[in-house]
């Protein structure tokens, strides 16, 4: 009897065995079936790398689809230049000591050394909106605005002969000449007094102007 139920137990044993090796096996296939259905994600339709079709030398930011030489300036005419052809600034937009009226004082301009005669120009596009002639400390100048709303003055002058308001001037320009010495810096002798003004009040010209010699 000992021996019968000893043979069960071993024959039961394998059956058992046999099972877990058939379920192991099943598993094993349905594994192997899955994956190999599987694509690669580059390979599924649709997909792409996006650089594939990208040329590395077309020059454009993929960013934003633009050529970078788009942002750069395309002239010089937005570009202020300089109210005299040989510019060389004598006193700049500073707390200097005013000789004519014997004071410090904040000088809100930019005063070019200069001679009675020596032509003004125009530092960029715009038109003309002042003209004065007449002034009563001879004090005469010429205002121009520009489409950035920024004007620009210069001051004791000669306005060009026919130069009238509403005038439009190109940068360069002849628009006057330096007058003789008078006016509030009259002890600083002839020169160009110019200013600038943006939204209405009076800014340093050396944030405009390229200046190489100060």
């Given at each position: 009897?000992?021996?019968?139920?000893?043979?069960?137990?071993?024959l039961?044993?394998?059956l058992?065995?046999?099972?877990?090796?058939?379920?192991?096996?099943?598993?094993?296939?349905?594994?192997?079936?899955?994956?190999?259905?599987?694509?690669?994600?580059?390979?599924?339709?649709?997909i792409?790398?996006?650089?594939?079709?990208k040329?590395?030398?077309?020059?454009?930011?993929?960013?934003?689809?633009?050529?970078?030489?788009?942002?750069?300036?395309?002239?010089?005419?937005?570009?202020?230049?300089?109210?005299l052809?040989?510019?060389?600034?004598?006193?700049?937009?500073e707390?200097?000591?005013?000789?004519?009226?014997?004071?410090y004082a904040v000088?809100?301009?930019?005063?070019?050394?200069?001679?009675?005669?020596d032509k003004?120009?125009?530092v960029?596009?715009?038109?003309?909106?002042?003209?004065?002639?007449n002034?009563?400390?001879?004090?005469?100048?010429?205002?121009?605005t520009?489409?950035?709303?920024?004007?620009s003055?210069?001051?004791?002058?000669?306005?060009?002969?026919?130069?009238k308001?509403?005038?439009?001037?190109?940068?360069?320009?002849?628009i006057?000449?330096?007058?003789?010495?008078?006016?509030?810096?009259?002890?600083?002798?002839?020169?160009?007094?110019?200013?600038?003004?943006?939204?209405?009040?009076t800014?340093?010209?050396?944030?405009?102007?390229?200046?190489?010699?100060?």
């Open positions: 009897m000992e021996g019968k139920k000893t043979k069960k137990k071993v039961l044993y394998y058992i065995l046999a099972a877990c090796l058939l379920v192991i096996a099943a598993v094993t296939v349905t594994v192997v079936l899955t994956v190999g259905r599987k694509q690669p994600v580059a390979e599924k339709p649709g792409e790398n996006p650089d594939d079709n040329d590395p030398d077309d020059g454009k930011d993929p960013d934003d689809g633009k050529d970078p030489d788009d942002d750069k300036p395309t002239g010089s005419d937005n570009k202020y230049g300089l109210p052809e040989n510019a060389s600034v004598s006193c700049g937009y707390f200097a000591f005013d000789e004519t009226l014997d004071r000088h809100q301009g930019m005063d070019f050394e200069g001679k009675a005669g003004v120009l125009a960029l596009d715009g038109t003309v909106t002042k003209v004065v002639t002034h009563v400390l001879n004090e005469n100048y010429v205002t121009i520009h489409k950035d709303g920024v004007t003055t210069y001051k004791y002058i000669v306005a060009k002969e026919g130069l308001e509403g005038a439009t001037v190109k940068r360069g320009d002849v006057g000449e330096i007058a003789a010495a008078g006016g509030m810096e009259m002890s600083q002798g002839e020169h160009l007094h110019f200013e600038m003004r943006a939204n209405g009040k800014v340093d010209p050396d944030t405009y102007l390229e200046i190489t010699e100060k």
